[in-house]
């Protein structure tokens, strides 16, 4: 990996980016989030490039966004993998939001608000936390099971030092989490028609 790879992209508060936006020098907003996440609630204006199709296309996104981007996710941690990968690319000027969406609503900035779902890591700790449940509870009868909730406490162990989550990128392609606007050619679309 190169150093723009392993680098970590600048940080922008919720404060600084409220003052961009209110002043008219908006940067591209792009949330990397799921569609379900992107759909309960986001940030007007902001557009919705999942994490995992950023990375497939990065190369090609690269060409349809501005020189100031701004990253959003939940929390920060996939907005700084997306920002490592389009800084792989030659993309300048990359901020991170510094807390993400839950700074962004802390500081009671404007949100677009639609129909409330679970978001991601709230369903990485559904599943994980139920295999345990069941594989210990499971292990009374077939003791082999007990490596099964061993497994997920190394997964989530690996998770937490590596800041990713296989876990989570599986469920992220489930259908609940997928939206109609998820697709290459309708996002390349909304960033050449400069709308959200």
Partial sequence: MSTSETARPATLD?????????SGRSPRLLDVRTPAEFETVHIPGAYNVPLDLLREHREELRSHLDEDVVLICRS????TQAGQALAGVGLPNLKVLDGGMLAWQAANAPV???APRWDLER????VAGSIVLLSVLGSVFVPGLKWV?????????FAAVTNTCAMGMLLSKLPYNRGASCDLDTIVGQLRGGRA
């Fill in 123 to 126: 369903q990485v700790r559904l």
């Fill in 14 to 22: 919720a404060t600084a980016l409220r003052e961009l936006i209110d």
């Fill in 149 to 157: 909730a061993g497994f997920i406490g190394a997964g989530l162990t």
């Fill in 112 to 114: 677009k608000q639609g």
């Fill in 76 to 79: 920060g941690a996939r907005a």
